[in-house]
């Protein structure tokens, strides 16, 4: 069964830009079937759909966020990682990635990583 | 894009029924049969109840179950337990190649 971890920085600081990754295991990120995505959660709130990638490179991006997002994939490493520029507190989050399956559902996530923007 | 609309807040007592409702528009639940439900705990990572509308991974009691009546979408939950109580989102893929979320449902059994 394929599983997710994410991993990157627990504090980042205002303006700065966020690098997070994460790891692939028991199943191959090259399968076609699927797209990997990133989607965060804001303290106490809802979930907020970031992106996705395939493992071809294909990409789709939240509009609200497209300007700042940049999802890339790499296969010999089995990761796929998150780039989020320009931060602001409002960033601050806990950052999920998840697998997308046919029938356009997540059906895999990693357990999540809490990200604090704060200076 | 905006959010799909739930209400915010569900309840019932054990062993009773509860329906969730997930509102979106013609540009993504009405245009799809691709709504899914999602069952997260506290500090837990979601987890997927309803996918496609209708269908239950394996696992999932047979409890849960989905349906969608043109822009609206619902979860239904039957004889509810204690461990149904959690906060649930709903999907939905989207006429622009994305995926959006329901504000969330935070379900209290009594």
């Known amino acids: 069964q394929v599983q997710l971890q994410e991993s990157g920085p627990g504090l980042v600081k205002p303006s700065q830009t966020l690098s997070l990754t994460c790891t692939v295991s028991?199943?191959?990120?090259?399968?076609?079937?699927?797209?990997w995505n990133w989607i965060r959660q804001h303290p106490g709130k809802g979930l907020e759909w970031i992106g996705s990638i395939h493992y071809s490179g294909n990409s789709y991006y939240n509009p609200s966020l497209q300007s700042r997002v940049t999802i890339s994939v790499d296969t010999s490493r089995k990761q796929f990682s998150l780039r989020l520029s320009t931060l602001t507190d409002a960033d601050t989050a806990v950052y999920f990635c998840?697998?997308?399956?046919?029938?356009?559902?997540?059906?895999?996530w990693g357990p999540g990583t809490l990200v604090t923007v704060s200076s | 894009q905006s959010a799909l609309t739930q209400p915010p807040s569900a309840s019932g007592s054990l062993g009773q029924s509860v329906t969730i409702s997930c509102t979106g528009t013609?540009?993504?639940?009405?245009?799809?049969?691709?709504v899914s439900w999602y069952q997260q705990h506290p500090g837990k990572a979601p987890k997927v109840m309803i996918y496609e509308v209708t269908k239950r991974p394996s696992g999932v009691p047979d409890r849960f179950s989905g349906s969608k009546s043109d822009n609206t979408a619902s979860l239904t939950v039957s004889g509810l337990q204690a461990e149904d109580e959690a906060d649930y989102y709903c999907t939905s893929y989207t006429s622009s190649n994305n995926v959006i979320f329901g504000g969330g449902t935070r379900l209290t059994v009594l």
């Open positions: 028991g199943g191959s990120i090259s399968n076609g079937d699927y797209y």
């Open positions: 998840a697998r997308l399956g046919f029938g356009e559902f997540f059906d895999s």
């Open positions: 013609s540009s993504d639940v009405g245009a799809y049969n691709f």
